[in-house]
């Protein structure tokens, strides 16, 4: 019981995969997606500070280190799956709230209720710290698919997530941090020689061109 029940949790997050039940060449655990976000994120929030903005580092550190904690008490659930209406993405996000409070209100002392129902609530919100964090969480998600295509995989299901992954990103063109994503990562990322590079290439720029 208690926060040694917390700490003790931090190890489940290793043995905890995204995808599951797909072949995949790289597995990807939550631990690691959680790292890798936080290191993308803060590139990204570089990138807006640079630009003039103001970033609020504690909040994107720590909404960036536990948007995906409650995946302990759900698992991960596919993006088309948990993305295919908004209804459904809501009634997951309810979910998890849900049982992330249970936990903390059982497991930890009083006097640490609050910051953690901050910390471990959907980090995804209106303020540039959320924005930000919106598109770190997919620009990792592109990049697990790009290394399933990178390897050849033949499902189909990993153009889809690609796909999903880039769109959302568009979806925040406002940021200049999506501005530099687009103009200087990916053309470097479009330009490493693997195949399917034209239908790749394709995709992507038929999306962008959309969004335009």
């Known amino acids: 019981m208690g926060v040694h029940t917390y700490f003790k949790s931090l190890s489940d997050l290793e043995h905890l995969y995204r995808l599951p039940g797909k072949f995949k060449f790289q597995m990807h655990t939550v631990a690691a997606h959680s790292f890798k976000v936080t290191k993308i994120a803060q590139f990204l929030g570089t990138v807006e500070e640079l630009a003039g ?3 609020n580092w504690r909040s994107l550190y720590e909404k960036a280190l536990n948007h995906d904690y409650a995946e302990l008490f759900t698992g991960d659930i596919k993006t088309p799956v948990k993305y ?12 998890e709230e849900q049982m992330a ?3 903390i209100e059982e497991e930890f002392p009083e006097e640490f209720h609050e910051a953690y ?3 471990l609530r959907e980090g995804k919100d209106s303020s540039l710290e959320g924005r930000i964090l919106s598109v770190a969480d997919k620009v990792d998600l592109l990049y697990e698919a ?3 295509v990178l390897k050849r995989n033949p499902d189909p299901l990993f153009f889809e997530i690609y796909e999903e992954a880039l769109n959302t990103i568009l979806k925040f063109n406002e940021l200049h941090c999506v ?3 687009v103009d200087y990562i990916m053309p470097d990322m479009l330009a490493e020689k693997f195949m399917p590079h034209s239908e790749l ?3 992507t720029e038929r999306i962008i061109q959309l969004r335009k």
Not at 84 to 95: D, H, N, P, R, W
């Open 179 to 181: 501005k530099y994503f």
């Open 53 to 55: 903005e103001t970033v």
């Open 84 to 95: 295919a209406t908004a209804e459904l993405k809501e009634l997951f996000s309810q979910v």
């Open 146 to 148: 790009y290394g399933e």
């Open 117 to 119: 129902l901050r910390r």
């Open 201 to 203: 290439r394709d995709l």
């Open 101 to 103: 409070r249970k936990f």
